[in-house]
């Protein structure tokens, strides 16, 4: 079979271990030839690709970001997107199957695409581990080690100065990377989408841990709602798929903390360093196992599916089931992790 392969969406460590694994496994275990589809579906839709051979993806397991390129392209809004004209120019360049490596977004569109006959199989990518039908997706546990480290070299100096540090993390809609780094570095208030948190109950926090003489750490998500707000912090304008850029919860938050508790408080948004650099050796290897298993749903012609990690196991899922709303952190978690908070 010549197998097409597109990353899409938000970079993230693991991208290249899922497109190397596939093409070794595809040309030694099927005899198979690939693709590369440059800047996610715009590449299908526009039949811009490269070759992809053996000699192209030697050593690319540890490497991070993505070779292919990735784009927010729409498969159905770009200029000549659709399935009509994606079915066309897979048989003008003979390429019998698409495998796309993507978020909720970009698995939402192979969804319909499959469901209209084009060829495609999934593989769930986010570092935001809020893809449903998965346990885990590759780059989340770079992201929780990158944020983890950042707030233990806070915590240095922060206990320095006796501050009050703020480390503002992604997670637009979920807390996982919050949950995790903060019980990770030993956070004292962590602050989540999904659950609504009084800032008089995380200026009560800080002022137990700041009274016993410890520098109090507080880790906020980039989408937790703040008091009294109606929608997460945005005033970074939009991004360039109409999404509003979030942006600001740290620094909202850092203030709050000063101005009701006098405790000198200082911020830092760790931003898009949480999902550069090269992957862990846990997302190499789930990047890696996950490659393997698309290319055999490929030969299964399981269409609509895509890899997914249950326990230990890699299996096959049905889009639909991945999609079915966003994993969010079970209330239960959040209680687990708050009996740490404060005192």
């Known amino acids: 079979m010549r197998i097409g392969l597109l990353t899409s969406g938000g970079d993230c460590p693991g991208l290249n271990a899922v497109i190397r694994s596939t093409v070794l496994h595809g040309i030694k275990s099927y005899g198979d030839e690939f693709v590369g589809f440059k800047a996610g579906w715009r590449g299908v839709i526009e039949a811009d690709y490269v070759e992809l051979t053996r000699h192209d993806v030697r050593g690319l397991s540890r490497k991070g970001g993505t ?7 729409h498969p159905y809004n770009h200029p000549g997107g659709g399935p009509e004209n994606m079915a066309k120019q897979l048989k003008r360049h003979d390429i019998d199957a698409v495998i796309a490596i993507g978020g909720e977004g970009t698995l939402a569109g192979a969804k319909r695409l499959a469901d209209e006959g084009i060829p495609v199989v999934g593989v769930p990518k986010t570092i935001d581990n809020d893809l449903k039908a998965t346990d885990y997706t590759f780059g989340f546990d770079t992201a929780i080690s990158i944020a983890t480290d ?5 915590r240095t100096t922060g206990e320095s100065h006796h501050r009050c540090m703020v480390s503002e993390v992604m997670g637009r809609h979920v807390g996982w990377i919050a949950l995790h780094s903060g019980m ?4 004292h208030a962590i602050l989540i989408p999904e659950q609504t948190v009084d800032v008089d109950q995380v200026c009560e926090w800080v002022e137990q841990v700041h009274s016993r003489g410890r520098s109090p750490l507080v880790v906020v998500a980039e989408g937790f709602i703040p008091e009294g707000s109606e929608a997460a912090l945005a005033g970074k304008g939009q991004e360039a798929d109409g999404r509003p850029r979030l942006g600001g919860i740290g620094e909202f938050i850092t203030a709050q903390i000063e101005e009701r508790t006098g405790i000198e408080t200082r911020n830092t948004t760790l931003g898009h360093i949480q999902r550069g650099g090269n992957p862990t050796g846990y997302d190499r290897v789930l990047g890696t196992r996950f490659g393997m298993k698309a290319l055999d749903l490929v030969h ?3 269409w609509g599916h895509m890899a997914s990690l249950r326990g230990t196991e890699i299996v096959k899922v049905d889009l639909a089931e991945a999609l079915d709303g966003l994993k969010e952190v079970p209330a ?4 687990e992790a708050k009996v740490l908070f404060g005192r």
Do not use: N, Q
Not at 67 to 73: A, K, P, Q
Not at 184 to 187: L, N, Q, V
């Open 67 to 73: 070779i292919l390129g990735t784009s927010r392209t």
């Open 332 to 335: 239960e978690r959040y209680e």
């Open 150 to 154: 950042a707030m233990d070299r806070l």
């Open 184 to 187: 990770a570095a030993g956070a």
């Open 300 to 302: 299964e012609k399981a």
